[in-house]
């Protein structure tokens, strides 16, 4: 994202969540526009036509697991690219109108995967309220704020309470106090943003005959120069049971050596390869480069055979 | 499923809806009393507390993959084995009341996959339409039985047709004909079903040390031994971001001596292996054996071990 | 060999042996002076030092396997490359001095190696016979020519015959008829050959760290770019028992993308690597290209590389 | 070798070698008959008959590399197996008829790899002297012993100055202080030396189908246990160029399970898997042990898999 900064960024809304919380972590959100949107096809459609420059969309959850909506509507459509990624801490709040008792909670509204993960809270400390479901926790806490609600508090981010005008009755009530959402950046093709020594390559590896060893060779493209794998999960072409693409994050910057050979490796053994881009980690970690694949190892490799082919 | 069959089946409800087809599919519930289920979970904690015999739930569905609760489920708590697979054809039909003229159904009432799986057929001959989303499939029969709906028509399941006393005005409107989903007879421990020769064993790896390369080690415990797998996935094991356990299908029975020795070898590179079951494989296909990885083969090298190591 | 052909070749000597029937099978030693050398490492110092254009020495035999004073001396000393490999067909003559009568003979004499692979047929036909060890073959024939001499008859090659005046007493007295020796002609480092799609790549690999697993490292470097090797054989390095390089025969021409990578993640996962050249099979059988590693397939996937690089 | 102990022992002659030197380091050596053969061949055919209880033959020189006469003789004919192995400091000595002068030595004689191995100490101390080859360093100590002895003196064995009452004109010529050669000792079948931490396996491995990929194979099915290689090494088959059998010693005792589960893996990939024994090692270097690859890890895994097959 070099240069003036883009000017609209969608997300995946509505206002509220921890989708807008990853948002505004970055420091260009605070000088564009934001776009909120109802689904994550229509965050990244609105890059793809062009509506918005780019788009922050939840990819992965340590509890839940992958965003499957998110991989694969990377792994389809026109090409996009991560460009940068977001990781936020889950702390779930329980919200109610500022008058309200809290004592007197008897139903209390959010979304399935916040109620599943405030299961141990609610039972110790709210046993016998009702639970009912919404679409976003943000919903919740729309929900309640109405003066006629028949909901007496919502489980939300944080970030609702003030958007929704409710008071904070208790915080950190998540049963995982380490849960985190991985929110990532996507725009439009465009050169990476430059390496840092702690990258990240996102991909997705389309086998084209599925025979037994296909993965496995997937792998070793990988391994045998080095590079190391961060994720890696199956998802259904959607052609038959058991025909599968691998969504993958790497090690390391496409402007490494040692992942552009790995990439082209796969390049030539898979039907297809999308890259999804290169670009910081946002824990920081940097590569751990195993002796002979730096790009150093890799130029005196390319020096040398270029002089034995030459006769030298 | 031995002997007698299990007087009691639990199942995900509510009724009508393709799981509940899946389970008519076998032989053994036309004599057994069928328990609809609110959530998986409670499926399979019926199981786990003996209060049902054994239960069936949806594993994966050929356009949305994995049933990810079901995965996580079986791969914790009280272990559970698998002991059976049925693949059922996803036929939506458009159901309504008998009365309606299918030219004025105005809003469409289905569960957001099935709204998916039908968009196309949607828009080319409803284009008008208003679609919202209900819990399941067979929930949205129901709202629409009701003879004050406000709902039209429901995208269901054929089954759901005769349940709640409506009209089937188009059939196999989803957008690919040959979706389908698997769905897994699950029972608490005990000896598996005897090997077909087309088989299928389930099991959980837990990667215990994080490092580079262990999922190629887990890979090569498979390989070495000739063992096929059918499906790999990665699922988070909710300790951080980045921490994965693998669940896995693979070619061949517990009783095979290459898928034994493979499992012992799992068993010895990874924190821990849960074994999820052997059974028929839905589809029939018989098992690939590599030259040298025969029950034959295993036998004749273990003899020939034997001797050299008495001095022969 | 490109351009004018060498004036001066040396060869192992003495006259008269396989040797020199390999050497004599190029067209270009009508036209050159021929040098025989006492040692493999006199004709290989011979090239060395200029004093000759090229040598001839023997590599490889389908009996006796390796000849490793030519692997150790090519793997050490100034470089040297292999530009061509001839395999000539180990056919043993019995010859004798022609007024020798071939019942009266008593004692033979002729190199141990010919002695071992013609032990049947001297069992059968000459079973009283006493076997005496030349240096060489042709040394043999040479011992026998005398008119004083006290050997009766010399295992040799067919060369021998001629050049020592002897008469051959019985042709194909090798107990095993399809025994080849594969020779090499060797010249200081030169452009190689042009590739013909039948070639062969020898080098040396010394490998730096010996922790397990670092032969498999090496094979997969190979294996990684579908790159089948011909033959690898360990030799000592001398600093130590267990220590030990790798004397290597792949597929395919160092021009060829596959073999060019997998040099360079040789040279890179390797302590040293010496390129020994590549140059036409003597067999003539053509590489076979694995999908995916054909020069045409490493060109697209290095074009697309640079695409995404770019941003496109 | 428990028990009584062989009353008789070959080995390969000449007396005074560092074979002899070799066979007397072992402690039943001082009650045993020793029988001088003239070949590796016969000295394991005397084993092979009868004749023989143990013989003692070279293996390996750290500068010459594997002794091929015996991997060859013991990788065909009736099974022979190792028992125990002897390393042997190469300290080359040289000796003369105690009258002579050693400023007066004209002309040096000794087995070839003696000859090469003292290269730099007699172009510095005898620079005038011409050598000449025996067919054993103990043959020129025997040449030299003879009064009228055209030659004035041998390099050889320490041992053989006793043997041949010679006087020791200079200890340690050889030009590597570290050279070693390795010496086995080889029975008839019986059940190996018990395990102790510290032993070695010795085999051949024939590779049956000659496809790519073969070798890789055969270090899988080591490395997938955790076994490391200490030797390994093409020799040919015989049959044609190209043909290969391997030769291989690897860490640790048949006795321990993954050394069994690697031969037995081995077995059923290759054609065919002669076992040559397993024994303690001379350098007394203790198995490295991978974790989940001990016996107690094979014995939980097994036991694991016998509980799961029966539904526990």
């Known amino acids: 994202m070099p240069g003036v900064p883009p000017a609209r960024f969608a997300y995946l809304g509505p206002e509220g969540t921890f989708t807008e919380t990853a948002l505004r972590s970055l420091p260009a959100a605070a000088r564009a526009e934001l776009v909120s949107c109802n689904t ?64 007197s909670v008897r139903v ?99 086998i084209g005959d599925d025979h037994p060893g296909a993965l496995l060779e997937v792998l070793e493209e990988f391994s045998v120069r080095g590079v190391n794998l961060i994720r890696i999960e199956s998802r259904p072409t959607g052609a038959a049971l058991g025909r599968y693409r691998f969504s993958i994050d790497a090690e390391g910057h496409i402007a490494d050596r040692r992942v552009g050979e790995a990439l082209m490796g ?6 297809d390869v999308r890259f999804l881009g290169s670009y910081p980690r946002s824990d920081e970690v940097p590569a751990k480069i195993r002796p002979g694949t730096a790009d150093g190892d890799f130029r005196a490799a390319a020096d040398w055979l270029a002089r034995l082919r030459q006769g030298g």
């Open 40 to 103: 994550v096809s229509a965050a990244l459609d609105a890059v793809r036509t062009g509506e918005a420059d780019a788009a922050v969309v939840p990819m992965e959850n340590s509890i839940e697991g992958s965003v499957t909506v998110t991989l694969d509507e990377l792994a389809s459509g026109d090409p996009l690219v991560i460009t940068r990624e977001v990781t936020v801490p889950v702390r779930f709040v329980l919200l109610g109108r500022p008058a309200t008792d809290v004592r």
């Open 266 to 271: 796969l390049r030539r053994v898979c039907a």
């Open 108 to 206: 209390v509204v959010t979304h399935p995967h916040a109620a599943a993960q405030c299961r141990n809270w609610l039972a110790a400390h709210l046993p016998h309220a009702q639970v009912v479901h919404a679409s976003s926790t943000a919903q919740a806490a729309a929900l309640v704020s109405e003066p006629s609600s028949s909901y007496d508090a919502a489980i939300a981010a944080p970030i609702a309470a003030d958007r929704y005008h409710l008071s904070t009755f208790a915080t950190d009530i998540g049963d995982n106090p380490d849960a985190v959402t991985r929110f990532v950046l996507v725009s439009r093709p465009a050169p990476p943003p430059a390496p840092t020594g702690a990258d990240k390559t996102s991909l997705v590896a389309f």
